[in-house]
């Protein structure tokens, strides 16, 4: 079983930054792919970025290439995202999910283990 815990959302104002961390409990971190998802109401949950178990492979969204960076400390079971030059269309729900067997995948179906979520709003 794995749990998952986000921080670091809340507000800010076009052209911010926030970081997003997701802690994890699980006994071999660097066993699990993790995996940043976002969803704002009414729209399904879109794919933000994914990094492998070791780091060797990351892959983005369209839409944040450029401006968000996943990383991850194995040492601390943790997963992070920087977010910079936020705009309004960035606000949403973000979810932090993980994949056992270490492979990135931007797919939110090959995830089996999801965190509670942290809001994040961007505002003009």
């Known amino acids: 079983q794995v749990q998952l815990v986000e921080s670091g959302g809340g507000s800010v104002q076009a052209g911010g930054s926030l970081r997003l961390s997701c802690a994890a409990s699980v006994r071999t971190f660097s066993n699990n792919a993790m995996g940043w998802f976002r969803q704002s109401p009414g729209t399904e949950r879109e794919f933000v970025a994914t990094i492998g178990g070791y780091a060797y492979n990351i892959y983005y969204g369209d839409s944040v290439k450029g401006r968000f960076t996943i990383s991850r400390d194995n040492a601390k079971n943790t997963v992070y995202l920087q977010m910079s030059s936020l705009k309004p269309e960035d606000t949403a729900v973000y979810y932090c999910?993980?994949?056992?067997?270490?492979?990135?995948?931007?797919?939110?179906?090959?995830?089996?283990?999801w965190g509670q979520g942290t809001q994040v709003t961007v505002s003009s």
């Open positions: 999910a993980a994949r056992a067997g270490g492979l990135a995948s931007i797919r939110s179906a090959e995830y089996g283990y």
